[in-house]
């Protein structure tokens, strides 16, 4: 049982550069969700996904796209990073309504920018 | 808005003595509420969850929180923990009117004294 897979699992970016985190559930899920993670501020909604195809903003957007072309994929794009957005990226996903248990998460994108 | 708040960062306890972790939330109905526990470098797994019903819900590891609808809150407790209990500690929120997603609130670290 996979569950949700993020790739890489690390990466360090330069200031300026792009790149996509990638997103996969096997569990049928129809909600997809990005949080990070910073130090003290517990985790913040990125963007999210209501099913395939479908996207929207959440908490902290700017600085990201993201993509639902696939029901179980979610990526993440940073079309120009900033060291700001140095932090611990996190994948979930649910069913409606949280399903029988809430959210399921990937195990982390540790991102750096410098 | 919605809002979830752990008022303390950071608890030491005794390994075997009883733990009571805070969570206060914010928001206009009667929320779906979770515990999260996140170990070291690892994503995040539910410990628990409220939806209705009885108001003392029991969890994975021998956890158990307590809902209080006068005082908006979802305290987790342990009565005896044990070292392999380290980690942060996250309640969230899930918001059902609207969009449905988590809140989290910051996190509290759990250190045990051997």
């Known amino acids: 049982n996979a569950g949700v897979t993020q790739t890489p699992k690390f990466r360090v970016l330069k200031t300026g550069q792009s790149m996509t985190l990638l997103c996969a559930q096997d569990m049928n899920h129809e909600y997809m969700y990005w949080y990070r993670q910073d130090p003290g501020m517990g985790l913040r909604l990125i963007h999210y996904s209501v099913g395939e195809g479908t996207t929207a903003k959440g908490e902290v957007p700017d600085g990201y796209n993201v993509s639902r072309l696939k029901k179980q994929n979610f990526l993440l794009g940073l079309e120009s990073a900033a060291p700001s957005q140095t932090s611990v990226y996190f994948c979930?996903?649910?069913?409606?309504?949280?399903?029988?248990?809430?959210?399921?998460f990937g195990s982390g994108t540790r991102l750096t920018v410098v | 808005a919605q809002s979830v708040t752990q008022p303390d960062i950071h608890i030491t306890v005794s390994e075997g003595a009883s733990l009571e972790l805070r969570c206060n939330y914010s928001y206009g109905a009667t929320p779906y509420l979770f515990w999260y526990v996140q170990s070291p470098g690892q994503g995040l797994q539910l410990l628990l969850k409220y939806f209705s019903g009885d108001t003392l819900v029991q969890g994975i590891k021998g956890f158990e929180a307590e809902f209080k609808r006068s005082q908006s809150s979802f305290n987790l407790r342990k009565p005896s923990v044990h070292w392999s209990d380290a980690a942060e500690y996250f309640c969230a929120v899930g918001l059902i009117q609207g969009a449905q997603k988590l809140v989290f609130g910051q996190g509290t670290r759990l250190t045990i004294n051997p």
């Open positions: 979930a996903s649910s069913q409606p309504l949280y399903g029988s248990g809430g959210y399921t």
